[in-house]
């Protein structure tokens, strides 16, 4: 039956370009930084998942097998996880399950995406050319968001703003823009209309990495664990007739398993803060309608309230989010390890104060792959 | 100490045929197998609780090509999937791995590939290190090839020896209706053949090949709900060696040792063996990893020789050995899957009938 699993070690790259460092080089960095965190080496590890988005990216097929010894692997199972955007978190999730089997007592899992080696926009339009990109398939459902919500415009402006200011308290964040504002997003080019330039994330480098563990191994690991308290995930078809790609019923059918497994009643008051994945910034008020936290048409107005900023009643994205750093296969890893950094009081400047619960997401395709999971400093953490 | 794994059955499987070219989609493929294997077992798409499927985007060369696949799954109303950049025997080892939760009880796993838009030699030649190794377009025939003059340097076999192998896979495919390669040819005939790639020759080599393979998994009492005659997964277990042939002895297969290890391969004799042999003298080195002698029946469907396909060719192996202890033709049977290039990485799946 299911046992307990934590996040007792957590090790990231920096997001900035990496042209000096190979993909074995990168993978290491965070794979390293994360076994030293848990008080442990490569020979301590049962089992190793990696995630990364499309191969095409970086040309490198089943990086798996060409990646086995930088990861330490060699004589071990390596797993390899590819659920487009939601990459990251599903890979995570896999990862946690290899340890609630049973089966597995420490799994490293390690995701990444070196975008400097490609070409992404052209990968993420289905390596078609001339394709529309991420931000085309999603510019016409935020402003579908917007009429729907009656949403004003500087919601989206406010975002950027927010999570770059997140960004320069985070030290791997890729965009430190010292001097970011509203004048400054709002003037920026038109990329997608309603999207500037601002509003949209970069093209980054990087890995992340975490190391999870069992119950025993946890209660002995040198740091605070973040348990795994419920971890969800949900699918559906990228496109027919009728389909609601603002608020996707596979966004909120698995923000419901989620909740329901991990005992939240009422996510808003229950859970402390969350890393949602937000590449452009319309994207904070729709999850936060679209995953139940708050109800349909008001996430804008809890951005607008400044409740999502990292001295609000709900931080979102206190490390910077995706809008700061996306090395596509690693950001939903990095919001599931941003939520644990949380918990554990690891997030440095950028710690939110008392948090105790939080909540890592991505989603991916055309809004269609959905993964989170809740993490907490308690096993079993008292929601009344 | 790890705990006894949660009792977990094959009930139902179904593969396409092995085609040289399919003219219509991956999700075409996908549908008639998730079609069939749903039929074989009257469950319906929505009691499904967990659904899992091994593909590769490079294949069709459309990076997130996986994602147009799930329309031959179904995704509405939303489910419970994932996907691997893997074999389906991959995708397989996940859903075990899922079932043993306790939580949930009926997985759908599913395997599907198209080589036939692609040109695989050189496609699969970007498996290999892009710093050092896929520069000198290293593909795999040209390291298939390595490895079985790794073999012959070390007198542990020969090329008649290969030629055997395949006289026999193209046999036995004759009797399995999903082969794509199946005839008879004499060991002399194939040694006639003019090299490829040498030491190997075009009959050596697997061809390409388009086809989709799923099957449902179930846990305890379900699967016996589901099944008169389930084929229990008594271990799975898959290990990695350096990707450097250069730091390897081509003629072992170091990983395949280890995985059958883990599963207890060696504490009973097993009837049937189906491995993942790509390559003719891939099956003398998993012969000796996985300890099989005299009395295994090896690739009776013919294998990856007869039928290769890619990202289904691992999770076939395990159909093929879970078919046979269906039916009564064998009780205790191993399934190999491998991937990457010279066996690099090799999954063992052991099965039986229960009692």
């Known amino acids: 039956m299911a046992r307990p699993c934590a996040v007792v070690g957590i090790g990231q790259t920096d997001y900035r370009r990496q042209l000096d460092v190979t993909l074995d080089g990168l993978v290491r960095w965070a794979a390293l930084e994360a076994l030293e965190d848990a008080g442990m080496t490569f020979a301590d590890i049962d089992a190793i998942v990696i995630g990364k988005a499309p191969d095409a990216l970086e040309a490198v097929m089943m990086p798996e097998l060409s990646l086995a010894d930088a990861l330490g692997a060699v004589g071990k199972p390596i797993h390899r996880v590819h659920t487009a955007g939601s990459v990251g978190a599903s890979t995570a999730i896999t990862g946690a399950t290899l340890v609630e089997s049973g089966r597995y007592e420490r799994v490293l899992v390690v995701c990444y995406e070196k975008q400097s080696e490609g070409n992404a926009t052209w990968a993420l339009s289905g390596g078609r050319s001339g394709g529309q990109g991420a931000g085309g398939t999603f510019a016409p459902w935020i402003r579908s968001y917007i009429s729907r919500s009656g949403a004003p415009e500087h919601i989206g402006w406010k975002i950027a703003v927010k999570d770059r200011l997140n960004a320069l308290k985070n030290p791997h964040a890729h965009l430190r823009i010292d001097d970011i504002s509203i004048e400054k997003v709002k003037e920026s080019p038109m990329l997608w209309d309603p999207l500037h330039f601002l509003e949209s994330c970069p093209s980054s480098d990087g890995a992340a990495a975490v190391v999870l563990a069992s119950e025993d191994v946890a209660r002995r690991s040198p740091g605070p664990p973040a348990w795994v308290v419920a971890h969800a995930k949900r699918t559906e078809f990228s496109s027919f007739p009728g389909r609601d790609t603002v608020r996707p019923l596979a966004g909120v059918d698995c923000a419901e398993a989620l909740y329901a497994k991990a005992g939240v009643t009422d996510p808003l008051r229950q859970i402390d803060c969350?890393?949602?994945?937000?590449?452009?910034?319309?994207?904070?008020?729709?999850?936060?309608?679209?995953?139940?936290?708050?109800?349909?048409?008001?996430?804008?107005?809890?951005?607008?309230?400044?409740?999502?900023?990292?001295?609000?009643?709900?931080?979102?994205?206190?490390?910077?989010?995706?809008?700061?750093?996306?090395?596509?296969?690693?950001?939903?890893?990095?919001?599931?390890?941003?939520?644990?950094?949380?918990?554990?009081?690891?997030?440095?400047?950028?710690?939110?104060?008392?948090?105790?619960?939080?909540?890592?997401?991505?989603?991916?395709?055309?809004?269609?792959?959905?993964?989170?999971?809740?993490?907490?400093?308690?096993?079993?953490?008292?929601?009344? | 100490m790890t705990p006894a794994p949660r009792e977990v059955a094959v009930v139902a499987t179904s593969q396409t045929s092995s085609y040289r070219r399919f003219d219509d989609s991956e999700p075409k493929l996908i549908m008639r197998c998730v079609n069939d294997v749903l039929g074989h077992t009257r469950l319906d798409r929505n009691d499904v609780q967990f659904t899992i499927a091994g593909s590769c985007d490079y294949l069709s060369g459309m990076p997130f090509a996986f994602v147009m696949n799930i329309d031959g799954v179904g995704a509405w109303p939303p489910v419970y999937e994932s996907h691997v950049e893997m074999d389906g025997a991959w995708a397989?080892?996940?859903?075990?791995?899922?079932?043993?939760?306790?939580?949930?009880?009926?997985?759908?796993?599913?395997?599907?590939?198209?080589?036939?838009?692609?040109?695989?030699?050189?496609?699969?030649?970007?498996?290999?290190?892009?710093?050092?190794?896929?520069?000198?377009?290293?593909?795999?025939?040209?390291?298939?090839?390595?490895?079985?003059?790794?073999?012959?340097?070390?007198?542990?076999?020969?090329?008649?020896?290969?030629?055997?192998?395949?006289?026999?896979?193209?046999?036995?495919?004759?009797?399995?209706?999903?082969?794509?390669?199946?005839?008879?040819?004499?060991?002399?005939?194939?040694?006639?053949?003019?090299?490829?790639?040498?030491?190997?020759?075009?009959?050596?080599?697997?061809?390409?090949?388009?086809?989709?393979?799923?099957?449902?998994?179930?846990?305890?009492?379900?699967?016996?709900?589901?099944?008169?005659?389930?084929?229990?997964?008594?271990?799975?277990?898959?290990?990695?060696?350096?990707?450097?042939?250069?730091?390897?002895?081509?003629?072992?297969?170091?990983?395949?040792?280890?995985?059958?290890?883990?599963?207890?391969?060696?504490?009973?004799?097993?009837?049937?063996?189906?491995?993942?042999?790509?390559?003719?003298?891939?099956?003398?080195?998993?012969?000796?990893?996985?300890?099989?002698?005299?009395?295994?029946?090896?690739?009776?469907?013919?294998?990856?020789?007869?039928?290769?396909?890619?990202?289904?060719?691992?999770?076939?192996?395990?159909?093929?050995?879970?078919?046979?202890?269906?039916?009564?033709?064998?009780?205790?049977?191993?399934?190999?899957?491998?991937?990457?290039?010279?066996?690099?990485?090799?999954?063992?799946?052991?099965?039986?009938?229960?009692?």
Request: proline share 7%.
């Open chain 1, 274 to 384: 969350a890393e949602l994945y937000v590449p452009f910034s319309w994207y904070e008020p729709m999850w936060l309608e679209g995953h139940l936290i708050t109800p349909e048409g008001e996430g804008w107005k809890l951005t607008d309230a400044g409740e999502t900023e990292l001295s609000g009643g709900f931080p979102v994205n206190p490390s910077g989010g995706v809008l700061s750093s996306n090395p596509i296969g690693a950001s939903g890893l990095i919001r599931c390890l941003e939520a644990a950094n949380q918990v554990r009081g690891t997030a440095g400047d950028y710690q939110v104060d008392g948090a105790r619960v939080a909540l890592g997401h991505a989603y991916g395709g055309a809004a269609q792959y959905f993964a989170m999971w809740i993490v907490s400093s308690d096993l079993n953490p008292d929601f009344r």
């Open chain 2, 92 to 355: 397989l080892s996940e859903a075990w791995l899922r079932l043993q939760l306790g939580d949930i009880d009926v997985a759908l796993v599913i395997g599907s590939g198209k080589s036939s838009p692609g040109r695989p030699r050189e496609v699969f030649a970007l498996q290999t290190d892009p710093y050092v190794m896929a520069p000198l377009g290293m593909d795999p025939v040209s390291l298939a090839g390595i490895q079985a003059r790794a073999l012959l340097d070390a007198g542990k076999a020969s090329e008649r020896d290969f030629a055997e192998v395949v006289a026999r896979s193209r046999r036995d495919a004759q009797h399995n209706p999903h082969a794509q390669v199946a005839r008879d040819s004499t060991v002399d005939e194939l040694l006639g053949a003019p090299y490829f790639s040498a030491p190997l020759r075009t009959h050596d080599l697997p061809p390409i090949s388009d086809g989709a393979a799923a099957v449902i998994i179930a846990a305890g009492d379900r699967a016996r709900d589901l099944s008169d005659n389930p084929a229990w997964i008594r271990g799975i277990d898959h290990r990695i060696e350096s990707h450097h042939p250069g730091l390897r002895d081509l003629t072992r297969s170091v990983s395949s040792e280890l995985a059958a290890g883990q599963v207890g391969l060696a504490d009973a004799p097993v009837d049937v063996a189906e491995l993942m042999v790509n390559y003719s003298p891939e099956e003398l080195i998993l012969r000796n990893a996985l300890g099989l002698g005299d009395g295994t029946t090896v690739n009776p469907s013919g294998g990856p020789l007869a039928g290769h396909p890619v990202m289904a060719t691992g999770l076939i192996r395990v159909i093929e050995v879970a078919d046979r202890i269906r039916a009564g033709l064998a009780s205790r049977g191993v399934a190999h899957a491998s991937s990457g290039p010279c066996l690099q990485q090799n999954l063992v799946c052991l099965m039986d009938g229960g009692g």
